[in-house]
């Protein structure tokens, strides 16, 4: 018993979580692929023409949408991150209600690993991938499809959906309001919407902070009800002498040591106008931290669900 409260990840070999994430290689043009594009090839072509900075891989479609690379090294982190979310959730893939689930959402799906297990613990359920990158991989369930597209457009879906999932998508979308109301016309009455984001702000301890968030306030405004957010500190490291919040901590600092360039280095280099190599002895510092046992640090969980009318 004690030894299984000791658990820890070993900390130079990220484990890999599902065997066949090995996402759509540039040169896969196949028809067979799980993702949607028109028939043409030149678009096929296009949103494989991958763009590259600084040796990391970011999206060709809508280029410059998104903050965070595609590649390998970041799809890594997707899956340490996802693993984390499900101990969170207590082993689920959800926390809303699920109840005669027909048609599913995956909003920023990147390399389709939630999709694809959602798919597989519900095979009566159709689930679909949104994201900007055909990273997802070419073995999926029968019932699981992605389609390239940006959810910052019109949303032409043609079946409303029971649930619409959300994470990561966080300095991506310009205007939640809008982004919640498209997610409001196309879901059931009674369906539910959850979003899942990791904040990148300073936290406090003396609830010096709002109760609620902005995402609340949006979503509430968009016209949700049944609104419930869950803000959850999710130790960095093993500091925490709970055995639950130690096991957290543990997925966090993994998924924080394998993704911290990929959801940094833009920020640093385009938008802060640093030099690539200020940018990693930042990086370098910041790892560093990271290994610190003597930091008791925590970033917070923000956990949002809400309702469409019945």
């Known amino acids: 018993m004690e030894d299984d409260k000791k658990q820890t990840l070993n900390q130079n070999k990220p484990p890999k979580l599902r065997s066949y994430f090995d ?22 072509s296009s949103i494989l023409n991958y763009k590259w900075e600084y040796g990391r891989r970011y999206h060709a479609f809508q280029s410059g949408t998104y903050w965070a690379p595609n590649d390998e090294r970041q799809q890594e982190a997707e899956d340490l991150v996802h693993e984390m979310y ?14 005669n ?5 995956d909003v920023g799906c990147g390399n389709g690993v939630w999709a694809i297990e959602f798919a597989e613990e519900n095979p009566s359920t159709q689930v679909m991938g949104v994201d900007l990158s055909p990273i997802q991989p070419s073995l999926v369930p029968p019932n699981c499809k992605f389609e390239i597209d940006n959810v910052n457009d019109d949303w032409i879906y043609s079946e409303p959906f029971d649930l619409i999932h959300v994470r ?3 300095g991506c979308v310009p205007d939640w309001v809008e982004f919640y109301r498209k997610a409001l016309s196309h879901l059931k009455p009674g369906a539910w919407i959850e979003q899942i984001e990791l904040s990148s702000f300073a936290q406090s301890d003396d609830n010096s ?12 405004e968009a016209g949700f009800t049944n609104i419930q957010e869950r803000r959850l500190k999710i130790p ?50 910041l790892r560093k931290e990271l290994m610190d046992v003597k930091l008791h640090s925590y970033i917070e969980l923000l956990v949002l669900t809400a309702q469409k009318p019945i």
């Open 23 to 44: 996402g759509v290689s540039s040169d896969d043009t196949s028809k067979d692929a799980p993702w949607a594009v028109t028939d043409t090839m030149s678009l096929r």
């Open 209 to 220: 902070l709002p109760e609620d968030s902005a995402q609340k306030r949006l979503a509430q």
């Open 101 to 105: 689930v027909e048609n599913v959402l």
């Open 236 to 285: 960095i490291g093993s500091w925490p002498k709970d055995a639950t919040l130690k096991h957290w901590g543990a997925w966090n600092r993994q998924f924080l040591l394998q993704g911290l360039e990929g959801f940094s280095l833009k920020g640093l280099t385009d938008t802060l106008e640093w030099k690539y190599e200020d940018a990693q002895l930042y990086l370098a510092g």
């Open 86 to 99: 499900r101990l969170v959730l207590g082993g689920r893939l959800t926390s809303v209600p699920l109840d």
């Open 168 to 170: 990561a998508m966080t």
